[in-house]
């Protein structure tokens, strides 16, 4: 049970107290309401004695009373009817509320607010942590005062209320007071009326009620003096006969009134009154001119409500005991009406409340005390005398009271508790009354001797309800005894309750033992068995009963050891059930409120969501708008588990009460709504125009939009573009001020900038909606909400900052998507647009929208995913305006100790762009751009830039990754087809055609790298497109044409172009601006080629200078036809190198256009020689020799656009490949030397295989042309035009170990050596000598020697050779060099010498002369090498016989 003010020790003398009549004359009753009070009302705050009462029991024995209260009430001759009882508790308890406010804070988040109690406790600790140490931490905080002030009053009033019954002796009356006034004409005889009045309501037969203790009630007289009015010695007069008549102790003089009426207001007087009758006197406040008291009219005496609170003749029809809920409001408000500016005892001073108090000290200490000794004393010797017996109760025995029953009954009389009434003489009842007499005076052991005597006895003679009645009375008795010599018999008030409700089924009396019962054993901290008893009294007969009992035992569950929290909530939620059934709204209000905050947070859904139902309808009828959206909310935003239709109706009474809300403060600003679901990091910004879909052949560059998914590599990779394109333009530095342009922010990209938008271009802001509920959501009228600050030219502010939703359309324009349809448990997105007109600073804070729900529908299919697209098509049953605010948390922090330490979160700015002026605006559009390509296919398309911003845009350039997929041309490109719509077998290239004299032979031109916008050394990725003037106006277009040739690699390739152009007038804040596209293209297999070149044997060329070689081309055409590739033919190969050209082909066939089928291989060889020597010295080191050779009737310029441009990107990318490290870093002497060895192995020749190939496509023949480069760098080194697939190499063991630093060799390989010089023996393939004549054959060898370095070189040539291995020993026969065995020559740079030698064979056979071992040294180098060129071809010669 909650706590109580009151002890139960205070609590039950206090609800037991002798009661006292008032009998009052006209004129005294006058008297005292000239205070607003009748004379009982008078006398209640002064009814308790302040000191200690001295009685003797019947054993002389002497007996204190401590705090003793007497009860005096005016007589009321009817008994009360239940009806009226139950509604004046009803408005008891209404009346007593919480503190005012403290309900509206229950609905909170974060921490609990315990309002369990009339004070709010703060629990900082999570309840579902522990709930035991949250409510012991709670019992033992100083602010845990869990009162329940409605409950003691509905006790108090309760107890008081009972009416007098025949089988226990409490509440009837002990004494009657008779108050005549001194002013009247004959005070003794209107004493004598009063007596004899009050004998025939004792007496008669007429009257049943009230209840009288014994025939012979003490009558006390009581004259009341007017001070102001009253003649003072006519009263002492009057009083000196009373005393005479009635005996000094019978009679009182009583004077009051001391103050005139109209002095009121001099003085403030304190009002103990109010106390004791604003507490119950809600709906019972009378007014007290209701016109002359006549001794007839006892019914119409004014009552005090603590003891008798109806008066039956003016109830009328009593209403029902759960009154409603709209008289309830109506009396109260009456109540206060009638009590406002009313003041009691205005007329009385301290001294008159100082004789009020020494009045009823007197009528205890002088009548009523010595009254009851009497009385008790008489009951005592009678009920002895009677039996015969000892003298004292104190030793009796249950033969006492034995003799002289009833007359005999039936059994089933006998258990008829109705059937069974004792006659008032009956000597059990004198033992009742005995016992009630002691229990008033506190005298507890002598009343439990007396309740358990006679308890046996009624319970002998089956009289249950007279039992039930000594079985409780003697169970509380046993409890007070002083010093508690027994236990509490609990199961004596078991017994009674029992028998109360089952047998006796009176309610009112079983209540009672229960609410005494449960304080005592509250008071021993027997909370369980409390809470059992509670709760066993709950019935249907009544709510009010039912919901305080459930609520006191929820504090019990509470106040428990080990507080049981759930059931606490459990038994909160049936009392704040009954509450409301009772019309309680408030109380039942609150019972849901504290529920709610044990079942908060713990995912108990369905639960929450009903008690939060319950809270929203309660306070809607309370006029708690606030608390009932709140409630409201609290359903719609939890993942409900509820049916569709459940969640249908939620929504329905959220909004119709939302509406009322609005309509209290139609002007106020927008409420937030909770539905539907935003996810506000889900916000995506778009700055600019939508994309244009495509138009037939035209296609516009994909550029950025929100239908695009965010990826990361991508981003970086634009990033890096944008990076290298601004550098370019910047002259190879990237300005500090540079920051990488950004159309669509969203939660990947860096939003710690405000971003820049462009006036008169759309800001699309993407908002990311979910409908958490089973029934769709019909949004209207949803539009962005913002607040704009406008800046002049200098970033001046122009006017005040103010919030719009649709207003001021001159400086943003605002779209309204008038219906946007959300399905059950949908997520959808909405693209609102703003229009900037006006530079300035804007701030996008949320979406502005009525929320509805759709007439009779629970599902509705989709339209479309356009937003707006629903516009119309439904129609609103009810809808709210509201506003929900796009609040974004920014990253992270964690860069500084203190951020990471710590948990602080960036800026996120995307909602807060600056509004710049105005900027060029470029649209690309691309013609006839292919999607599917062939490896190395060359393609004209044409692109077409527009301007369609009124500010006139230039330096346009491009750049990508994949540079060697597009050129744009150069000059010499005028020559090919300009118009789109040229013939579509039209070449690309640029063609001359030749006669058949050059077939086979090499025509040459030349070119430098710079002509084509490249050159090897630096990166070519940004490339300018070549408007005419360089600037393209406002309004104005321009068609290039762009020739793409396709990846050498098969499968899907992702270009990227970035468009980079700047306004003409250059702006502060942005310099630059960009566009982007991904082009697609799918490439499938053509022809794969392959080339070698190694050194011609031969020496003598046309020029007298060695440096001839041989290339070996080999085409293979790997397309497997299903690109509709009929065949290729070899149109042309071309040559380009700064040292080296093509010279002529050495296997010319007679059929000149080399075709390959699918899967066919073709090879081709060519002889190659170095560039003339005069050109090689003109020419700078840029400038690249082409010879083509080609096998038709037409010649492709090879150093000519589109040719040259895609072999200059290839050889780029090429260059841009990881270099050999000996190459890259030349450092030491000693790398000098092996570097120039190198370089007599290197070849720079580069290869080009232009082809053509016949395309099946759409029953059409199409002819489409192509070219492959192989760059071949070393002599005897394959290339391929395509990289090759490495082979995974094989699983190794792990090496535990750090390797040793491994510097990389100096010497050069065997293959390089073998090439610094170039050695060739002149012989005669035969000779014949005669050996029968001479037996030695001599033979003439010419040894030429070549160096191939550009350095000077040692070379040692060593004849002593022989040849060891027995391969060559079996092969060729042994031979020797003649004359000089060792030669010492130094030859320059490039230069050839010759040496005589002599061979001496001595028999006929065939020899190799392939042995004279050649060494050679750098000229300034001390390290000697040795070449090689024997072991590559044998020398062989035959002997003959001549």
Known sequence: MAQCVQSVQELIPDSFVPCVAALCSDEAERLTRLNHLSFAELLKPFSRLTSEVHMRDPNNQLHIIKNLKIAVSNIVTQSPQPGAIGKLLNDVVSGSQPAEGSVANVITAGDYDLNISDRSIKASVPWYSNWKDTFMELKESSLYTATTPWFESYRETFLQSMPASDHEFLNHYLACMLVASSGEAEPMEQFSKLSQEQHRIQHNSDYSYPKWFIPNTLKYYVLLHDVTSGDEQRAESIYEEMKQKYGTQGCYLLKINSRAPNRASDEQIPDPWSQYLQKNNIQHQESYEDGPYTMTSIDGLPNNFRVHPLQLDQCGDPPNTDGSDHTKFASVHETKKASTGVIRGACLTLTDHDRIRQFIQEFTFRGLLPHIEKTIRQLNDQLISRKGLSRSLFSATKKWFSGSKVPEKSINELKNTSGLLYPPEAPELQIRKMADLCFLVQHYDLAYSCYHTAKKDFLNDQAMLYAAGALEMAAVSAFLQPGAPRPYPAHYMDTAIQTYRDICKNMVLAERCVLLSAEILKSQSKYSEAAALLIRLTSEDSDLRSALLLEQAAHCFINMKSPMVRKYAFHMILAGHRFSKAGQKKHALRCYCQ???????????????????????????????????????????????????????????????????????????????????????????????????????????????????????????????????????????????????????????????????????????????????????????????????????????????????????????????????????????????????????????????????????????????????????????????????????????????????????????????????????????????????????????????????????????????????????????????????????????????????????????????????????????????????????????????????????????????????????????????ILRHTAVICTSRSLNVRATVCRSNSLEDEEGRGGNMLVFVDVENTNTSEAGVKEFHMVQVSSSSRHWQLHKSVNTSENKDAKLASREKGKFCFKAVRCKQKEAATQSSEKYTFADIIFGNEQIISSASPCADFFYRSLSSELKKPQDPLSAHPEKPVEDAVRLIQKCSEVDLNIVVLWKAYVVEDNKQLIVEGQHHVAVRALGKEAFSQSQKQEPPEMELLKFFRPENTTVSTRPSVEQLSNLIKTSLHYPESFHHPFHQKSLCLVPVTLLLSNCSKADVDVIVDLRHKTTSPEALETHGSFTWLGQTQYKLQLKSEETQSLQLKACFVHTGVYNLGTPRVFAKLLDQVTVFETSQQNSMPALIIINNA
């Open 595 to 1073: 529920a709610m905050q044990v079942y908060k947070g713990k995912g108990w859904s369905l639960a929450e969501d009903h008690i939060n139902f319950t809270i929203g309808r309660q306070s809607y009828t309370l006029r708690q708008l606030d608390n009932a959206v709140s409630a409201f909310r609290h359903i719609l935003i939890n993942e409900s588990k509820q049916s569709a239709a459940q969640q249908g109706a939620f929504l329905r009474e959220y909004l119709y009460v939302y509406k009322n809300v609005n309509q209290l403060s139609p002007d106020g600003p927008l409420p937030q709504l909770p539905l539907p679901y935003i996810n506000s990091s889900a916000t995506r910004v778009f700055f600019g125009h939508d994309r244009r879909p495509a138009d037939g052949e035209k296609q516009a560059a994909t550029h950025v939009s929100l239908d695009q998914e965010y990826d990361c590599e991508s981003s970086h990779q634009w990033r890096e573009l944008e990076e290298h394109v601004v550098a370019v333009a910047n002259k190879g530095v990237i300005p500090s001020s540079f920051y990488p342009t950004q159309y669509c922010l969203n939660s990947h990209s860096d939003n710690s900038r405000f971003p820049l938008a462009v006036v008169e271009e759309p800001i699309t802001v993407e908002v990311a909606f979910r409908n958490p509920l089973k029934v769709p959501l019909l949004l209207s009228d949803l539009s962005l909400l913002w607040r704009f600050q406008p800046k002049d030219i200098n970033g001046k502010d122009i006017e005040t900052v103010r919030e719009r939703v649709t207003g001021e359309p001159e400086m943003i324009g605002t779209e309204v998507i008038s219906e946007f349809l959300i399905n059950s448990e949908e997520s959808k997105v909405a693209r609102l647009k703003l229009f900037p007109h006006h530079i300035g600073e804007l701030h996008i804070l949320g979406v502005v929208y009525n929320l509805g729900t759709i007439q009779g529908s629970v599902t509705v299919d989709g339209i479309g995913a356009l937003p707006g697209c629903h516009t119309g098509k439904h129609s609103l049953s009810m809808s709210v305006r509201g506003r929900q605010d796009l609040e974004i948390q920014g990253p992270r922090l964690n860069n500084t100790k203190e951020e990471k330490t710590s948990v602080k979160y960036g800026p996120d700015r995307r909602l807060d762009p600056v509004v710049t002026e105005e900027m060029p605006l470029l649209e690309v559009f691309f013609i006839h751009f292919p999607t599917g390509l062939l490896c190395g296919e060359i393609r004209k398309a044409y692109v077409e830039f527009v301007n369609v911003s009124k500010c006139p845009l230039t330096g346009l350039k491009v750049v990508s990754k994949r540079p060697e997929f597009f050129t744009f041309g150069v000059n010499t490109a005028a020559l090919t087809p300009l118009s789109p719509s040229a013939s579509e077998n039209c070449s690309a290239y640029k063609t001359v055609v030749t006669g058949p004299a050059s077939a086979g032979t090499a025509l040459v031109s030349f070119a430098s790298s710079g002509d084509f916008g490249t050159s090897t050394g630096q990166q070519p990725e940004a490339i300018p497109v070549p408007l005419p003037d360089s600037v393209l106006l406002p309004g104005a277009s321009v068609q290039l044409p762009m020739w793409l040739r396709g990846p050498d690699e098969e499968g899907v390739h992702e270009i990227n172009f970035l468009f980079y152009y700047e306004s003409v007038k250059k702006q502060p804040k942005r310099r630059h601006r």
